[in-house]
């Protein structure tokens, strides 16, 4: 058992997909993916996880416990991942890089949505038009264009907007602010 962390031996190998565990517990739990079994539910609101540990994090957002504490400035999580990579904030740190253009990432997930700029991918379809998107996020937006949503309001004058950033830019027109300037003459 102990001496396979050492050696790295894996002798418990998934008849589907391949994959191989060092303990017994790990293909078992592993199954489930392939099953699409959950057997963990949340009593408050009946989610379900394959892993235990996963419905642990879950509880998380039902009790508000945030018990992952950042040494720097103090903020606290709910999960560990989400502290070693808003600790990355400090550090500077971008340890996921892309294979074909160098580029580099605080997280996993961005270097994930980053590399359907090489491949083309766009996972995300619109149900309305088939129109695809790199991210989820964009999507969303998207749809609001379909069902006339326009969650970002002007406290100022109370225009509406579909997307955060068109908001940003209309804010300016009421604080008069031009963060942008010409390099050659300052305009």
Known sequence: GHMRIHTGEKPYRCNVCGKSFMKKGGLTEHMLTHTGEKPYSCRVCGKSFIRRRKLTDHMRTHTGEK???????????ILKDILTCHIRTHT???????????????????????????????PYSCHVCSKSFIQKRNLTEHLRTHTGDRPYSCGICGKSFLQKATLTNHMRTHTGEKPYSCNVCGK
Not at 67 to 77: A, E, G, I, L, T
Not at 97 to 108: A, E, L, P
Request: aromatic content about 10%.
């Open 92 to 122: 500077g740190e971008r340890p996921f890089s892309c294979k074909v253009c160098g580029k580099s990432f605080s997280k996993k997930g961005s270097l994930t949505v980053h590399m359907r700029t090489h491949t083309g991918e766009k």
């Open 67 to 77: 018990p992952y504490s950042c040494n720097v400035c103090s903020k606290s999580f």
